[in-house]
DNA sequence: TTAGTATATAACTATATGCTTATATATTCA
DNA sequence: TGAATATATAAGCATATAGTTATATACTAA
């Protein structure tokens, strides 16, 4: 079986953006469900801005794409990316988030479009 | 067959830490080699308190421990770590870096003590 | 004990980072 | 078209980070 092989200077990006809580929790949430901007600010009780410059540094670097559904753009992990394997091989070791969503449902902040 | 289990929060720390190329070379480094201070300094070719202060960060949780001998203090990585397994994951998809030692050994600035 | 070598720590500096507020852009719908 | 909603970007600020130089500590060997 091969192995995810990644070069220590893109791992090191990849890792470092990976190395902020929030920015973690986002891509496992992502590996699950797509979420648009304000159901994150909703989940981390964060400015929008704040949530949306996390997002860009994420999609800088391709882990995760972005794609608009009407009014709001949804984000989600990248599977086509390069480096895909490599990022689900560390969102694994995770515990799920699925709380986080599940409490959003439950107050109504849910955006189920299209 | 049971996945490595890491907080979030945790999880982010070792991310952050294994997220600057430096540290990163180090740990894979340590993945196969004993490495004292003076060969990172050869490795890297950076200034010594700035490799202590890298290994000191990685020590602090746990990621690596140390072992004076003599005059020197070996590096190694901690396999004793309650989040080894989670390190060891992400090593693994890194390319070696065998060459370095070579390169140490081959103009004589590899430490062989006791 | 003293000189030399290895490592750690302290203090400082420049840059990076994450957040905030203010504002711009894009879409929907009345 | 104009108001409301969603998102992005710009600018500013406080703190974190990675490096430096200077100095302290620890061990070795003469």
Redesign the interface.
Known sequence: ME???????K???????????TR??MV?ILETDECCVCEFVEIFNMSQPSISQHLRKLRDVGIIQEERRGQWIFYSLNQQNEHYP?VE??L????N?DEKIKALEKNGARITCC
Chains 1, 2 share one sequence.
């Open positions: 192995k995810t092989q990644v070069g220590i200077g791992a090191a990006m990849i890792l470092k953006l990976l190395g902020d809580k973690l929790t496992k490599f091989q560390i694994a070791a995770l515990p988030q």
